[in-house]
C-alpha cells in the first residue's frame, strides 16, 4: 500500500495538458504524491469545495475564467488556504496584486525544481500547522475532548499525561517530526509507538537507538550500503529508512549522537534525501521522525556538543513526559497491574497487595521510573510466590494481625454516631496533625494520593 502526502491534495491549475504532467512529475519525484489536476478554471471552484485542497498551484493566463479571479474566489471560500501563483507572466505589478489578493507565493514557470519544492514544501508545512492549529484550539481547552484509543495501551490516570495524549491525537497525522523527551522508563517508545498507530500510517514503526553508533555504523544502520562499499560488504542492504518507508522511524537516545552524525541527520531533516554507503544514486526518504532524549538538550546546545539547528528540525512539536513521582495517582494501578502480570508469566495466582506494600513506594527514589518500578515488582512476586505482599515495615504481619496488636487505640465511638463527612474530616484533621501540615505526608497516612487530599481540603475551604 503506497503512502499518499500529504494528507488532503495539492491541485494543480493549468489549462495546457503538458504543463500539468511536468508539474506532477516534480512533485512525485519528492514523494509528494497526493495529486489532483484541473485543465477547466470554471471546476476550481467546485474541486477546492469537496475535496478541501492542502495546496493549490494556480496558473494565471487560461481562457474561461482568469487566474486573478479564480485566486479571489478561492480566498473568499478559504482564506487559509495557501495558493501559489506559477505563471509565464513575470511582471512586478502582476505579482504584487496577486500578493494582495492573498497568494502565499509568486513563481515564473522557468523556475528550479528545486526551487518550486522549496516553496511547496513551505506551503504545505503552513498548511499543517493552520490546520493542527484549528483542532488544538478545539480540542485542547476541553477535558472531554478524547484521545486516540491508541494511547489506552498507556496506563495512566494522571491528567498531564491525559492533555499529552489529547495533544498528540491532533498533530499525529501530519507528517511534522515529534521530539518526545522525558527521563529513563517514562514511557517514551511506547508514546512514540502510539504516535505511529494514530498517523494511520501504513508502513512500519522502526525503532532505532542512537547512543552507543559510531560514524560508519549510524550511517550504515539509516541508509544502508551498496555492495563493495567496505570490506566485508558482500551484498547491498537496505537501511532503516527505506525499511521505515511510509511508516515511522523512532530515533531513541538522540542527544548522544556523535557530530558527524548530527551532521548527517540534520541533511536528512532538511532534504528527506540520503545516499546509501559506496553509492552515488540519490534516495528520498519517505518515514516519518519521531526522535526521543533523557537529556537536557538545551545544556548541551550551550556546551556545543549538540547542534542548536537540529534541534529545531526535530521538534516542531515536542512533549515533556512527566516522571514516575509526578503522577502519585498511577502508582497503585501500575503496581497492580505490574503484579499480575507477572503472577501471569510465573503461571502462579496474583498476591495480595498490603496498602502498605503501595505507600512505601510514594517516597522511594526511582530513577529508572516505570520501567525501575515494574522490575522491583517482579523480583517482589518472583521472591514472594504467591503470599502476601508488604511494605517494609510490617515485618511481615498481616493486615489483620496489625489492627489486632493495635486495637487499644482505636478509637472510641459514642453511643450517636456521627456522620461519615464528619468522621472523614476528623481524621483528615489527625493525620495533618501528625505530618506537621505537610499534605503529602498526610495523603501517605490516610492512604489516599496527595491530590485527592488537596481536593478534598479545598472542598472543605468552599
Known amino acids: 500500500m503506497t503512502f499518499r502526502y500529504p494528507e488532503r491534495p495539492v491541485l494543480i491549475v493549468d489549462d495546457e495538458p503538458y504543463i500539468l504532467k511536468s508539474l506532477s512529475a516534480v512533485l512525485r519525484s519528492a514523494g509528494i504524491n497526493n495529486l489532483q ?16 485542497p492542502s495546496l493549490v498551484l494556480l496558473d494565471l493566463t487560461m481562457p474561461y475564467k482568469s487566474g486573478e479571479v479564480v485566486l479571489q474566489e478561492v480566498k473568499e471560500l478559504y482564506p487559509d488556504l495557501p495558493v501559489t501563483i506559477i505563471t509565464g507572466v513575470n511582471e512586478l505589478s502582476t505579482a504584487v496584486e496577486c500578493m494582495k489578493r492573498g497568494a502565499s507565493d509568486y513563481l515564473v514557470k522557468a523556475i528550479e525544481n528545486s526551487k518550486l519544492l522549496s516553496s511547496v514544501k513551505t506551503a504545505l508545512n503552513f498548511s499543517e500547522l493552520e490546520e493542527e492549529n484549528r483542532l488544538l484550539k478545539r480540542s485542547i481547552l476541553r477535558d472531554d475532548f478524547p484521545a486516540h484509543p491508541a494511547f489506552d495501551s ?4 494522571d491528567r498531564a ?60 544502520t539509516l541508509f544502508g550500503h551498496r555492495r563493495g562499499a567496505y570490506s566485508g560488504a558482500d551484498s547491498s542492504r537496505p ?41 552515488d544514486t540519490l534516495k528520498r526518504a519517505s518515514c516519518r521522525i519521531v526522535a526521543a532524549t533523557n537529556c537536557e538538550l538545551e545544556t548541551k546546545i550551550e556546551e556545543g556538543s549538540f547542534r542548536r539547528d537540529l534541534y529545531f528540525r526535530l521538534s516542531s512539536h515536542e512533549v515533556m513526559l512527566p516522571p514516575l513521582r509526578d503522577r502519585p495517582d498511577d502508582i497503585p494501578l501500575l503496581i497492580h497491574h505490574f503484579v499480575k502480570l507477572t503472577a501471569s508469566e510465573l503461571n502462579i495466582t496474583p498476591p495480595e497487595i498490603s496498602p502498605s506494600f503501595i505507600h512505601s513506594f510514594y517516597d522511594k527514589e526511582l530513577p529508572g521510573n516505570v520501567r525501575e518500578l515494574m522490575t522491583i515488582i517482579n523480583r517482589a512476586v518472583g521472591s514472594q510466590g504467591g503470599s502476601k505482599l508488604f511494605g517494609s515495615g510490617d515485618d511481615g504481619l498481616t493486615d489483620e ?22 468522621w472523614a474530616d476528623i481524621l483528615v484533621d489527625e493525620a495533618l496533625a501528625r505530618s506537621e501540615g505537610n499534605i503529602s505526608s498526610a495523603a501517605r497516612l490516610l492512604g489516599i494520593s496527595q491530590p485527592a487530599l488537596s481536593k478534598r481540603m479545598a472542598k472543605r475551604r468552599i
Open 401 to 422: 494481625t496489625l489492627m489486632k496488636s493495635n486495637s487499644s487505640s482505636l478509637p472510641i465511638f459514642p453511643e450517636e454516631l456521627p456522620d461519615l463527612k464528619l
Open 161 to 220: 499525561m491525559f492533555s499529552i495524549f489529547r495533544y498528540l491525537t491532533v498533530i499525529s497525522p501530519s507528517g511534522q517530526t515529534i521530539l518526545i523527551r522525558g527521563e529513563t522508563g517514562t514511557g517514551k517508545e511506547l508514546v512514540a509507538e502510539a504516535i505511529h498507530k494514530v498517523s494511520g500510517r501504513p508502513g512500519e514503526f522502526i525503532c532505532i537507538n542512537a547512543a552507543g553508533l559510531d560514524d560508519v555504523m549510524f550511517s550504515d
Open 37 to 52: 489536476v484541473c485543465e477547466d478554471s470554471r471546476e476550481v471552484y467546485r474541486m477546492v469545495s469537496t475535496t478541501k
Open 154 to 157: 498507556i496506563l495512566t490516570e
Open 239 to 279: 537501511g532503516l529508512i527505506e525499511k521505515a518507508a511510509g511508516g515511522t522511524l523512532f530515533l531513541d537516545e538522540i542527544g548522544d549522537l556523535s557530530p558527524a552524525n548530527q551532521i548527517k541527520l540534520l541533511r536528512l531533516l532538511e532534504k528527506s534525501e540520503y545516499y546509501a554507503l559506496g553509492s
